[in-house]
């Protein structure tokens, strides 16, 4: 009888094994998870010079860096062997406008260097990535494309799709962009007289006042850009509409 007993009796113990396995499973499992979620960290960064519309000057950790915006391609400015491209100076002059000695963000996604040893980075400020602004606004091509997939790479497809089809910046010259990248033939003069549809759209979402700009010049020319004396969005002209900006500066 006592020998039956005891065999029928439950093992109050039997389930502490099975849920200690479970525990150490989510454990791993959670920390699998937090691993992968920290390799898309944010580096702070600051912008000390914007080289072109893709490739920018920063201080990160101590020292001087090239980046090399992920995923976009702008016109040529500064290339040794190629003349000025169409859109070129507007990509140029919309990075100079919005990244110079901002703090940004840099995501990396993949390799971080290329080949050049530069960094190779999604560009953010605060929550708004500068990659996507270049391609939505028609200042850029989705391209070099060497290592998918990417974390925005949808993001930035569609980005690029939407400025194709209303033809903004490099979409308004038919057969200026190709899959290798720029075609040739076509002169900045073909640009400036279409830029006047894009020029508002570019600067919009990106208020600016004096306390943004180091001289006079510099926010003089950032309002005629932006539309002034016709249009003044950020209201740098103040109360005397007298054409002259920022005159505190002088």
């Not at 525990?23 to 080289?51: H, K, P």
């Not at 996604?109 to 270049?134: C, H, M, Q, V």
């Not at 997939?149 to 200026?176: C, F, N, V």
Request: glycine share 10%.
């Amino acid at each position: 009888m006592t020998g039956k007993g005891v065999h029928q009796m439950p093992d109050t113990h039997s389930w502490i094994k099975p849920v200690i396995l479970l525990l150490l499973s989510s454990i791993l499992i959670t920390g699998c998870q937090l691993e992968q979620s920290a390799s898309g960290d944010l580096e702070t960064a600051v912008v000390t010079r914007v080289v072109d519309g893709d490739t920018i000057r920063v201080e990160w950790n101590g020292a001087e860096e090239t980046v090399r915006l992920l995923l976009v391609d702008t016109p040529e400015t500064v290339h040794p062997d190629k003349p000025v491209q169409p859109f070129g100076q507007e990509a140029s002059q919309f990075a100079k406008d919005t990244l110079t000695g901002k703090e940004v963000q840099l995501e990396f996604d993949g390799p971080e260097r290329d080949k050049y040893g530069r960094l190779l980075a999604y560009i953010w400020i605060s929550d708004t990535s500068f990659n996507e602004l270049l391609l939505e606004k028609g200042l850029a091509r989705y391209a070099y494309v060497y290592d998918p997939p990417y974390t925005h790479a949808g993001d930035l497809k569609e980005a690029e799709q939407e400025a194709s089809d209303g033809e903004k910046g490099i979409w308004s010259l038919p057969g200026y962009v190709t899959e290798d990248g720029f075609a040739e033939g076509f002169e900045v003069e073909q640009a400036e007289k279409r830029s006047s549809n894009n020029t508002k759209d570019t600067f919009e979402g990106f208020d600016k006042d004096c306390s943004d700009f180091d001289t006079q010049e510099e926010a003089q020319a950032f309002y005629e850009d932006a539309g002034g004396p016709g249009d003044d969005p950020h209201r740098l002209d103040g109360s005397d509409q007298d054409g002259l900006v920022c005159e505190s500066l002088s």
